[in-house]
């Protein structure tokens, strides 16, 4: 006969219940998944039956050929166009935010950006410039971009879509400034409306020592806007 010492079997019951609980936590996660899953099908099903009724409304005739995967084409671009809905700051720093004693400007300029306009629902696009004074902390330059491309894949407006970015980035970091600006070209002024072909619109914000401190300011619109 076989006996066995209880720290023995208080460490293999143990070890059932860690495997028992990974086991209902896996299983748990899967199923969430596929709820996610199915509901963004049904989302999609839903867009795509909004475009057929449009296109169907406007006297085309949905059924014809090159038509016929235009409403689910549309509702999966409608749904890359406006990802940023799903996405938060906290989501995409993954750790990219390091301790450095650093307190000089860091520019990020040129960022490309693509937007819906919530008005009329097309586009505008631009670039971003974004500065920030360090507080002994420092983020991936990457993170920056990034966090441009949550905000504008969005329905937006400019001015809220600066505001933001800056605002985003203040809360991430804690830096002791952020300044943001972006120059865009609307579709909506473009396409349609007064038609201006050469008209853009540039907004910005100034946080911390960008906005108290006028010779900070100066230095990164200098630089930010220098081609």
Do not use: W
Request: hydrophobic content about 40%; some cysteine; glycine content about 4%.
């Amino acid at each position: 006969m076989e006996y066995h010492h209880a720290s023995d079997m208080n460490g293999v019951v143990s070890e059932y219940l860690n495997m028992h609980i990974e086991s209902k936590h896996n299983g748990s996660s899967r199923e969430v998944k596929d709820s996610k899953e199915a509901a963004d099908a049904n989302k999609l099903t839903l867009i795509e039956k909004a475009y057929s009724t449009m296109l169907s409304e406007l006297g085309e005739d949905v059924d014809r050929e090159g038509l016929l995967c235009t409403p689910l084409r549309a509702a999966k671009a409608m749904q890359f166009l406006t990802k940023g809905y799903k996405e938060t700051t906290q989501d995409i720093m993954n750790d990219a935010i390091f301790d450095e004693n650093h307190d000089e400007m860091v520019i990020v300029k040129d960022i490309d950006l693509f937007s819906l306009c919530e008005h009329h629902l097309v586009p505008f696009f631009g670039k971003a410039h974004i500065a920030y004074l360090p507080n002994k902390k420092v983020v991936g330059l990457s993170k920056l971009a990034r966090i441009v491309e949550i905000y504008s894949r969005r329905l937006q407006v400019q001015e809220r879509l600066t505001k933001q970015i800056a605002s985003a980035i203040t809360e991430a970091l804690e830096p002791a400034g952020v300044a943001v600006v972006i120059e865009a070209v609307h579709m909506c002024m473009v396409m349609r409306g007064v038609q201006k072909m050469n008209a853009s619109t540039v907004t910005s914000v100034m946080l911390g020592g960008f906005h108290d401190n006028p010779k900070t300011r100066r230095e990164f619109l200098a630089l930010a806007l220098k081609k």
